[in-house]
């Protein structure tokens, strides 16, 4: 449901690849909503779809894949009604991105300095000296050290955490409504993980912005997000406040990325096989009977719910 308070609506969204061999449903009839200023965390295991999501929302889908159903609102318009020129201005101004990879992301034969200053001289307008001191500033903002060295560094001068951080003060360079993190974690050590997310915390709160963070790791997101979303193959199988999910998980998947249940066994990805009912059913381990046909409908509402029949 769309409010005035929503920032980002995904509604009923849909994305398919398309290969030589089969079509794969990647996001599943998916619902989500961000408020501004909202922390909210989307997880789940590798391949449930969540790089799908964030490239939907940026209109970045791969030539093969194709957002087959739903919609997307963000502030008072569809992205998928925007022309490429609106949406690119959409992209950076609005919606500020922190991709995956952060070395490869960069492009390695220009200078720090060049590729962020050219965000100021191409979308402000400022001249080459107001864009070298503008870049200063953002790396100041995000707490980067040795500023002169790293914006006359190429990427592959720079360590993996401070390529990531750059691409922060990229992403934040405008001033977005929205960041939208894509696993910016994933290249770093669990020291530079929290250093991250701690300096993604404090701009969404120093800026009132609003922050979709995509990972696998609970635990850790758990702790910074106001809400979470888990997705399991597609589909949402939980939302709720990330203090609630993380202290009283209702559903078995969630119980499983938190690694509770240790003592008793959930079944591996290998046992996944084709079925009509639930889509956690082959490896759960309080599967019922009914469950290998009938999809367990929503318990709760947007805000807080679940799909399993436990309660
Ligand atoms: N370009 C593509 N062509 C075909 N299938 C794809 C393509 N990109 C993703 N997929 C498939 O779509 C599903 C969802 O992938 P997606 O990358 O969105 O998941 P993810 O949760 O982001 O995984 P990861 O954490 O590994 O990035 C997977 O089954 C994946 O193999």
Known sequence: MYSSSTLL???DLSVCYRTAARQVIAVNRLNLTVSPGEFVGVI????????????????????????????????????EHLDDAAMTKVRGAHIGFVPQQPVAALNPVRSIASQLGEIFRLRLGVDSRQAYDMSYDIL????????????????????GGM???VLLAMA??????????????????????GELLDEITRQQKDRAM?????????PLVGRYADRLVVMYRGSLVETGAAHIIYSQPK???????????????FFDIER????SGCEFQPRCMYAQPSCRHEKPAWQGDEQVGWACILK
């Open 44 to 79: 789940g295991e590798s391949g449930s779809g969540k790089s799908s999501l964030a490239r939907a929302i940026l209109r970045l889908l791969p030539a093969n894949g194709k957002q087959t159903g739903g919609s997307i609102r963000f502030q008072d318009r569809r992205l």
């Open 251 to 265: 559903h078995p998947y969630t119980r499983l990325l938190l690694g509770l249940d240790r003592d008793r066994k």
């Open 163 to 165: 390529c990531q951080r």
């Open 272 to 275: 996944l096989q084709d079925h």
């Open 140 to 159: 100041r903002q995000v707490k980067m050290g040795d500023i002169d060295r790293v914006l006359h560094a190429y990427s592959h001068e720079l360590s």
């Open 172 to 193: 934040v360079a405008l001033s977005p409504f929205l960041l939208l993190a894509d696993e910016p974690t994933t290249a770093v050590d669990a020291r530079m993980r």
């Open 9 to 11: 609506n995904v509604n």
């Open 210 to 218: 609003a922050v979709l963070l995509i990972a696998h790791d609970l």
